[in-house]
């Protein structure tokens, strides 16, 4: 893809129902989505949503979206929370980061009522093994929180249920 084609790239993290994030009408190629590393879990959700409607998403990298943000391809950001206040959402890690590239590169970002909830922690082996396979040292702990919590300063719109 050319960068013309990516400059209205929308980046969706989280548990979403579809009918509630936005018309998906030529979308088809401009939808990433973040790999949500350690579980997957919403990487593997939303792919299996998307490609029920006939968009194939791309996956990226958690980390790529910087280098998304830094060419000025994103367009806007959806993420999901599974609780919220008067002082912010909580949404799923990686939420914050993308909250902060968002607001600096003056971005909009909507958060949307999850799908689905997730623990707050993941035990400490999930970050050291992939798919099964350990990736971890002897005698390394891992700390592994699922969530994070973003202020309502970053965030663009919070959409209720």
């Not at 350690?38 to 959700?45: T, V």
């Not at 367009?75 to 929370?81: A, F, L, Q, R």
């Not at 949307?112 to 035990?123: G, S």
């Not at 992939?130 to 919590?149: C, D, M, R």
Request: aromatic letters at 10%; glycine letters at 4%; charged letters at 20%.
């Amino acid at each position: 893809m050319s960068n013309d084609e990516l400059s209205t790239l929308i980046i969706l993290h989280g548990f979403f129902r579809l009918e509630t994030i936005f018309s998906l009408e030529d979308k088809t190629e401009k939808i990433f989505i973040l790999e949500s590393r350690p579980r997957l879990e919403s990487a593997q959700y939303m792919i299996d949503e998307l490609t029920r409607v006939n968009i194939t998403p791309t996956l990226i990298a958690d980390n790529m979206v910087g280098f998304l943000f830094f060419r000025n391809l994103v367009k806007e950001v959806h993420v999901t929370y599974q609780d919220q206040n008067s002082d912010g959402i909580l949404t799923l890690i990686g939420g914050l980061i993308l909250a902060v590239m968002a607001q600096k590169h003056k971005v909009p970002i909507y958060a949307h009522p999850a799908e689905r909830k997730i623990e707050l922690m993941d035990d400490e082996k999930s970050i050291l093994s992939f798919n099964n396979e350990s990736v971890g040292y002897q005698n390394v702990q891992g700390y592994v929180p699922l969530v994070e919590w973003v202020p309502n300063k970053y965030i663009t719109k919070v959409y209720s249920l």
